[in-house]
């Protein structure tokens, strides 16, 4: 049937244990604790799938929406789509919320999505480094060359994501059955989405006496996994690890944020007095 084998090694998780702790909240609705949002784009011989994840405190997360985009990356029709889901607003528990920053594969029609990242400014072009360990996300490189060769400066970046790191990560958080920090949100969404999501394990084996590192594919489609990939890499760039979540709420919904007093940095100093001996020395310094 040409379907993927398994034979039973290597560490996974079961689709059936995420899809039965889904939550009441609806796609498309952001819950408070989400602050941040960002956008995961997969590539695909006749569809773009997208996830748009919301990010919270310690890293807490809540998928938000999924979807598919059905047709010829070549054309633009596709693309106009995504831009819809890209440039919108999320109905917040508090207000309206936009999407920060969105990350899309390079490694199906990747001329065709670098001409998409090109005019944009808050979507990456991003390429999985088969590397173990390596950062989430690291410097780009860039690709547009003039005429001469010449690295064109504000040209088109390529991001490399240290997909070993991420998958690790995510698969280790989903398997936590508590909320808070690290943990992974669901709404109400079909089981093909949970078997996208687990649709990989990681298989350790030793070769010339060395550790040796593998993901592979238990089914067909792994798409939703990889969105999450791109937008967790694309939530580590927006430097989620080191947001004042505090500060950030307030600053998104001042008008439902409560009043906070000044502390004592945000009074007024006193200004200090110049002596009239022209001596260069201020009073009380």
Known sequence: ?????????????????????????????????????????????????????????????????????????????IWHELDAILNATYSHELGELGITLAAIDTGYAAQTVYNYVRVRSKIYAVKGSSSLWKPPISRPSLIDVNYRGKTIKKGVAVWPIGTDTIKSTVFSRLKLIEPGPGYFHFPQIDEEYFEQLTAEKVVSTMINGQHRRKWIQIRNRNEALDCLVYAYAAAVSVGIARIDWDKLESQLFPAITEEIEPTEREVKKPVKERSRRGSGFVKGW
Request: charged share 25%.
């Open 1 to 77: 049937l040409g379907l993927p084998y398994d034979d039973g090694s290597g560490e996974g998780l079961l689709w059936r244990n995420l899809f039965t702790r889904r939550e009441p909240y609806h796609p498309l609705s952001v819950p408070r604790g989400a602050l941040v949002l960002t956008a995961g784009i997969d590539v695909q011989a006749n569809r773009l799938a997208v996830s748009v994840w919301g990010w919270g405190r310690k890293e807490e997360a809540w998928l938000i929406y999924h979807t598919e985009l059905f047709g010829n990356p070549d054309q633009e029709k």
